[in-house]
């Protein structure tokens, strides 16, 4: 246990800068997604907001939602974000493809939580807060730290392929790599059920009190 959190923790020294960069990426993602609401002109929002109101009609006309199978849908849909992550991350050209991503990710965050409040105000941030922030919470944390991981592992590649000073024994970097992305995949499972157990009821109970 000890040598595990010795290992883990000369890793954050040791790759320091890349969870920085990482970090700030997202960031700057969720800067332009809030940009480019406010760059949207006032017809494409109003189209848009009209789709969102669609889509808050439906979460009130429709009773009996099998949160099973919620739960799948939601779950595979972060698995495979995950392992697309994680096979970047043992590929040489993965490196440009995993900030794209992870940039990618945080635009969308921020251009959701941007137009709730550009169109809803107060209402729009409580919308945010009950729907978007609490699996996020664990959701952005883990696509963080997988996101980091698979970019040290790309470049850890690239330096034994192309640079001849550098000879690490891969097998048990890989081992550790794929441990990591085992263990995010089982806070995943926890952040999915919040997603649909809490998010989506919260959500639900939102719009009733806005539309009541």
Avoid: C
Wanted: glycine letters at 8%.
């Amino acid at each position: 246990m000890r040598r595990g959190i010795r290992l883990v923790r000369n890793d954050l020294t040791h790759h320091v800068n890349i969870y920085i960069f990482i970090f700030v990426l997202f960031f700057i993602g969720i800067i332009f997604g809030a940009i480019i609401v406010n760059s949207m002109n006032f017809i494409q929002r109003q189209d848009l907001f009209f789709y969102l109101k669609q889509f808050f009609q439906l979460i009130l006309d429709t009773e009996g939602i099998d949160s099973t199978t919620l739960w799948k849908d939601t779950f595979f849909y972060h698995l495979k974000y995950m392992l697309l992550l994680f096979i970047l991350g043992i590929s040489v050209i993965g490196m440009p493809v995993i900030t794209v991503l992870l940039f990618i990710k945080g635009l969308v965050v921020g251009f959701s939580v941007g137009f709730l409040v550009n169109q809803m105000g107060w209402y729009g941030f409580i919308v945010s807060s009950v729907a978007i922030a609490p699996q996020n919470l664990l959701i952005i944390p883990i696509y963080l730290v997988a996101g980091s991981m698979a970019l040290i592992f790309s470049m850890t590649l690239f330096r034994q392929l192309f640079v001849r000073r550098v000879h690490q024994p891969l097998l048990p970097i890989f081992g550790r790599y794929t441990i990591t992305f085992l263990g995010l995949f089982g806070v995943l499972i926890i952040a999915s059920l919040i997603e649909v157990f809490i998010s989506n009821y919260a959500l639900e109970a939102v719009i009733r009190w806005i539309y009541k």
